[in-house]
């Protein structure tokens, strides 16, 4: 059997991290066709529901599971100084800190071929990463912010986030299906079960 932690990278997190933010604010965070980006796997944001999705991608198109996370932009609440709002880059720092400290925590992720028996544990391989503070824009178009269990209004932002993020690359042909669980406080989960076929590039 393949060890499937061989396909985990172990590099490249906060450059992702950074592409999961273009994405996830964008104008489409949803469709996409293989080879033009990578596949980025996560839950529905403020729900418990599992986001199930069927992709089609190339060997080797870089995957990004966004397991769990917290995004905080500038007039958001303050978890650190509470009873007051985050006016500054350092205390978006310190509340990503915090998040990552005491809120958001790793479940599980797994992995298998369709064919496999059972399933291989990849949470070794997830990793705890947070983005510099950057200005952004979350598109009107994007009907999905507001979804999430504080919406996150259209326009320009100053934020960053604080996530646990998975890395890999599938180097073979095939049928698989990839798994992963986070939680936060307050109940908040986010789930997802992907069936992702792989055709060669």
Same mark, same amino acid.
């Given at each position: ?50 986001? $199930? ?146 055709? $060669?590039?």
């Amino acid at each position: 059997m393949v060890n499937y932690m061989n396909w985990v990278r172990t590099s490249g997190h906060g450059q992702s991290l950074v592409a999961y933010n273009d994405w996830v604010f964008g104008p489409d965070p949803v469709n996409r066709t293989p080879g033009n980006r990578p596949l980025f796997v996560h839950g529905t944001i403020g729900k418990a529901d599992v986001r $199930k999705e069927s992709p089609i991608i190339n060997t080797n198109d870089l995957i990004i599971v966004h397991v769990i996370g917290t995004n905080y932009t500038i007039d958001d609440p303050d978890p650190v100084a509470r009873g007051s709002s985050i006016n500054n880059d350092t205390s978006i720092r310190n509340a990503c800190r915090h998040s990552a400290q005491t809120e958001d925590q790793l479940v599980s992720v797994k992995f298998k071929k369709k064919s496999d028996p059972g399933w291989t544990d990849l949470n070794a391989g997830v990793e705890e990463v947070s983005m510099t503070p950057v200005n952004f824009y979350a598109d009107p178009g994007n009907t999905y912010l507001n979804d999430w269990d504080i919406p996150m209004p259209s326009g320009q932002h100053r934020g960053a986030w604080s996530s646990k993020l998975l890395l890999m690359k599938i180097p073979q042909e095939g049928d698989f299906e990839l798994r992963s669980k986070g939680t936060s406080v307050g109940g908040y989960e986010q789930n997802t079960e992907f069936k992702i076929h792989v055709k $060669k590039r």
